[in-house]
Structures are given as C-alpha cells and as structure tokens.
C-alpha cells in the first residue's frame, strides 16, 4: 500500500479551517472541494493514459488521452459526497458510482446500505472518495466490495486519518494495489472512534445533524 500525506501549506491552512469548530456549513463544503481538488492532483498521478497527436494552428503535438475504460470515481455517501464535485472538476470524463456506508456508532462496523456501481469493475482504476478514515472499517469495506467486483487498483482520497485506521487498512489490503492519499495525519482515535484532533463528524458538518 502506498500512502501520501500532503505536504503543501495551502492544504494546511484549509484544513486548519475546517477543522475549526466555528466554521460554518456552506465554507465547510466549499473548502471541502477545494482541498478535494487540491489532493486528485497528487491522487491522479498514475492515472491511466495514452498518448495522442493533435494538430495545433502551426504543426502536430504529441499529448496524451486519458485511457478507456475511464477512471470510476466513488463518494461514500454521505460525507463523500461533499468531496465529488472537487474531483470530477480535475476528471471531469471521469465515470461516478455511489456506495451509502454507515457506522454503526456503538459497534463502529460498517453497514452497506447503497450501492450504485458498474457490474463490471475489471481493468478499472477506482478513486474512493471519503473525508475521514477512523477506524478504517469503512474505507476497509468499500475497498474490498471494489475488488470484489473486479477492479484492479483503488486509490482513496481522504481528508484526515488516524495511524490506527491506516494501519488496518495497510493489514486488510496487503498485497493489492491501493493507494492512500492523505491531507492529514492525525495524532490518534479516541475512545468511541473519532479522530483527535480531526474534525468531528464530517457528514454533520457537511450537511447537519441526522
Ligand atoms: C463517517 C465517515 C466515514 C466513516 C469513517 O461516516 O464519512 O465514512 O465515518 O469511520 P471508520 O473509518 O471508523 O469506518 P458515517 O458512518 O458517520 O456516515 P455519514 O457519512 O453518513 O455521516
Ligand atoms: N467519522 C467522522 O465523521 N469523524 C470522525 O472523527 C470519525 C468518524
């Protein structure tokens, strides 16, 4: 498993932000987006292409394409859904499914309730979007389900991690291609499963309290 951390003080300093209990809805979600943006950048790094010839007004240029099949982008609802409209702004050729996760908040395992994916996930590059990776249970889950389904390497861009949950998902997934691109590393989980200091819970933040 490779993992990234972003090292850049822009993404810190918006991060710094939204981690501020005081930060209203409407900014949380655009600096959601932005900081989503910010991070596809390092994420789309090894994202499949070909190369191509175009003509420019004075002569042929060699570029590149992104491939087929095109990458498959995958909020888990429902904090990532804060996080889409920032990455399909970097790919916006890109596929999207949706998988809805939730934690159970006393076992905190995860539970699948929704799921709107492509059959066929073989020779795809997946790009899981979730904006906290506690546990890990859940990232844990929707990889595995990715895999399953026939992809062959997922990339997950998250906002903010414990080592705890990274650490279990590096134990869940040896051996496969996954990628784990981070704008923070937080120091610890709690007892009942936040991250310290995180944000909070993401998903109220985005959208208020279930
Ligand atoms: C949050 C978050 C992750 C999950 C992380 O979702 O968005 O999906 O918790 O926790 P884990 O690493 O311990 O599994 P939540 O279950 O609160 O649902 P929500 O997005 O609907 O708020
Ligand atoms: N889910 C969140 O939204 N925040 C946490 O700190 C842990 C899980």
Redesign the pocket.
């Known amino acids: 498993m490779r993992v990234h951390v972003a090292d850049h003080p822009l993404i810190t300093h918006k991060l710094t932000v939204l981690r501020d209990k005081n930060t209203s809805s409407p900014t949380f979600r655009s600096l959601t987006e932005e900081l989503v943006t910010l991070l596809a950048y390092e994420a789309t790094r090894d994202v499949r292409v070909e190369p191509v010839n175009v003509q420019t007004p004075v002569a042929t240029a060699e570029g590149l394409a992104i491939s087929d099949p095109r990458p498959l982008v995958v909020p ?5 859904l804060g996080m889409l409209e920032g990455m399909v702004k970097l790919i916006p050729t890109a596929e999207v499914g949706f998988l809805g ?3 159970n908040e006393e076992t ?1 395992q ?1 539970d699948i309730y929704a799921e709107r994916l492509p059959d066929d996930l073989s020779n795809r590059q997946c790009f899981v979007l ?10 844990i889950a929707a990889i595995n389900y990715l895999f399953e389904r026939g992809a062959v390497d997922v990339t997950a861009i998250c906002l903010i991690a414990s080592p705890e ?1 990274l650490a279990a998902v590096e134990r869940a997934t040896d051996g496969r291609n996954v990628h784990i691109v981070l704008g923070a590393l937080d120091d610890r989980l709690n007892e009942v ?1 936040y991250i310290v200091p995180g944000l909070g ?4 933040r985005l959208y208020g309290t279930v």
Request: glycine share 24%.
């Open positions: 888990i609802l429902r904090a990532g996760m939730v934690r905190l995860p979730d904006p906290m990776l506690a546990t890990g249970g859940s990232l949950g499963g819970d993401a998903g109220d």
